[in-house]
């Protein structure tokens, strides 16, 4: 019996081995350059982890890999010993090489050692990103996993990222995000090379951020009545109703996300968004809008009128306190911009207040556009007095640009073509790409929100026009407003796998991406998301539905795929289809006499793999008019 299973376990360790050298190396985001060795690195208890430098960072990064090591694999790595054989040694180069930069590295792995080389400790986090992807994908599990020979291929790889930029914005107004819920989120984007969280931190639906001198914003402007349901459809506050959604981070919070960030090489960029979406500032102190109303924090509710949620410019006390409120963001977060906002001021109030009107005509100022260029070179001159440069969104450009402003291109590419045409630093993320709240699926399936970007167009994406010199071009970031995301399971689902195409448009050589290589990466990496137990969609495997008039009152269909090689089978006649029914050859369909719904599934290998739409020809018909 002891031989039986004996035998049986050298089969089982033989299968695995087996397994893992046979593993392809399949890295998100690209590396520059990529070359297969021969063999395999195994992790095992007496694998080494040594440090070779000054730089007090590298033992904080050796911490973190041998803590993170440890929850998965169960191995408790040393951190002191030889690096000639079984370890993993970072070292910084004692000469710089221009190549890398501040953020690349090199890594180097054969069957006795790990290497990680590079000139900055950022490099080496980044190293340690591709190292763990090269791990089998049980290495992201939050549990100790067993039966798991945790071998690494050999390869040589250098690397190094395209753009220094390479963000992604979570809103915490419109729906209020824990902590906790940060802490996971900045793991999340770490592990794909991100290096900024962008915190959308004001807006009309909550206030989230202690300012100590201004009590009454988190004290009125971080809370209001809860509603559940689809965004934009709730009642507004009832009389005397209580407020009871909402939260805030308190400044000690808020150091510990930044420094938590900080040893992940992310840095957090705040939003306080003024002068519009300023509802929960108004809100709280009403004497700084042009009405001076009382106005509820906005539920996200549907509402009959235009509320006054823009700031007003002709008011000295709107500066005095956005003076306090930009003293103490400034001291809190040490990245070197502050996001003002600055995007969608409805200008109607300003036409016809008095003190905005007195401002126009002390300042000399033609027309309400001008006024809000005013307004944003007057938020320039706090912010750099204050030490920090000023980004907003690329309504800022309306008026006329501050001096020194770094423009958000969200409306398009022309917002930020003109701002680099000015000689003005640009992050390129405009919606059709980068708005990672819009619909990723066709809407018969995916929950309620607006709008579309799939999976390719965010990995067609290119954030340097031709007509522009790129060195203007800072990056890019996907943005997930959370209108329609009210948890971070919703908001993982919605990022991810998008989160990983736009990783590689921001990190790796334009010369480097390939859409089919890169879906073959992204599905060996659902199993890490698996793993990890991260949400995630798979709406880039289901059909996809385009409608066209081929004659007056006549309308023809065409099938596809994201995912390429799927095989798509649809019927007409109400029934749901499978491997058996009608396969989709390519050719336009029309609909039969009598026919009213279409159905649509796609299969792999002959199993589905994507979800059923069912589709009506007056849906459909509504698709052609919406365009």
């Not at 929950?447 to 390719?456: E, I, Q």
Request: with cysteine; hydrophobic share 40%.
């Amino acid at each position: 019996m002891k031989k039986i299973f004996l035998t049986l376990l050298i089969v089982l360790l033989s299968a695995s081995y087996a397994i893992s050298q046979n593993r392809e190396i399949k890295i998100i985001p690209e590396p520059v350059d990529v070359k297969p060795g021969k063999g395999l690195f195994t992790l095992n208890s007496g694998t080494v982890v040594v440090t070779e430098g000054k730089d007090t960072r590298l033992a904080d990064i050796r911490q973190w890999f041998v803590q993170r090591l440890s929850v998965s694999t169960g191995l408790k790595l040393k951190s002191s010993g030889k690096a000639e054989k079984n370890a993993v040694v970072f070292s910084l180069l004692q000469q710089a090489d221009k190549t890398l930069g501040e953020e690349g590295y090199y890594l180097e792995v054969s069957p006795s050692l790990v290497k990680i080389k590079a000139n900055k400790p950022a490099g080496i986090f980044y190293g340690l990103q591709t190292l763990l992807q090269l791990l089998p994908p049980e290495v992201y599990s939050q549990t100790p996993v067993s039966g798991v020979i945790w071998t690494v291929p050999a390869v040589q790889i250098t690397d190094y990222p395209r753009f220094g930029w390479r963000g992604i914005l979570l809103d915490v107004s419109r729906h209020f995000f824990s902590k906790e819920d940060v802490l996971h989120f900045i793991d999340e984007i770490a592990q794909y090379k991100y290096n900024l969280l962008h915190l959308h931190l004001t807006d009309d639906n909550g206030w989230r951020i202690e300012i100590k001198s201004l009590p009454g914003l988190t004290q009125f402007g971080a809370w209001r009545v809860e509603r559940t349901g689809r965004w934009g459809t709730f009642t507004p506050p009832l009389v005397y109703e209580p407020t009871t959604y909402g939260g805030f981070y308190t400044q000690d919070d808020m150091k510990e996300i930044i420094a938590y960030a900080s040893a992940r090489f992310v840095n957090i960029l705040p939003e306080i968004d003024v002068p519009a979406h300023s509802l929960a500032l108004i809100a709280s102190y009403p004497n700084l809008s042009c009405t001076k109303k009382q106005y509820p924090v906005s539920p996200g509710a549907r509402t009959e009128e235009i509320q006054d949620n823009v700031l007003c410019v002709g008011n000295d006390s709107v500066f005095m306190v956005l003076d306090k409120i930009f003293t103490e963001v400034a001291e809190l977060f040490p990245f070197e911009y502050i996001h003002i906002g600055g995007d969608e001021a409805y200008k109607g109030f300003w036409e016809t207040c008095p003190l905005c009107r007195k401002r126009m005509d002390e300042e000399h100022l033609k027309n309400v556009e001008e006024l809000q260029s005013y307004f944003v070179k007057r938020m320039e001159k706090m912010l750099k007095a204050k030490g920090k440069k000023l980004i907003g969104w690329d309504e800022i450009l309306e008026g006329g640009l501050a001096p020194e402003a770094t423009v958000m291109s969200w409306r398009g590419m022309q917002g930020g073509i003109e701002a680099a045409r000015m000689n003005h630093h640009v992050v390129m993320t405009p919606w059709a790409y980068c708005y990672l709240d819009l619909y990723q699926g066709d809407p018969l399936i995916e929950p309620p929100t607006y709008g579309s970007s799939r999976l390719s167009v965010a990995y067609s994406f290119e954030p340097v026009p031709d007509s522009i010199d790129p060195k203007y071009i800072l990056g890019g970031q996907g943005n997930l407003w959370t209108e329609s995301v009210p948890t971070l399971r919703h908001a993982e689902y919605m990022v991810w796998p998008r989160a990983m195409a736009l990783s590689e448009v921001y990190w790796s050589p334009k010369s480097r991406r390939n859409w089919d290589v890169f879906v073959s990466k992204m599905e060996s990496h659902f199993s890490r998301l698996d793993a990890a137990g991260i949400n995630y969609s798979r709406s880039a495997y289901d059909p996809v539905i385009s409608v066209r008039w081929k004659t007056w009152g006549h309308f023809v269909v065409t099938l596809s795929t994201e995912v390429p090689g799927l095989d798509i089978y649809y019927t007409f006649d109400d029934t749901y289809p499978d491997q058996h029914s009608l396969k989709y050859d390519g050719k336009e369909l029309s609909f039969p006499m009598g026919a009213d719904h279409l159905n649509v599934i796609t299969y792999r290998n002959g199993k589905p793999i994507g979800r059923m739409i069912r589709i009506s020809k007056e849906q459909l018909e509504e698709r052609i008019r919406g365009n």
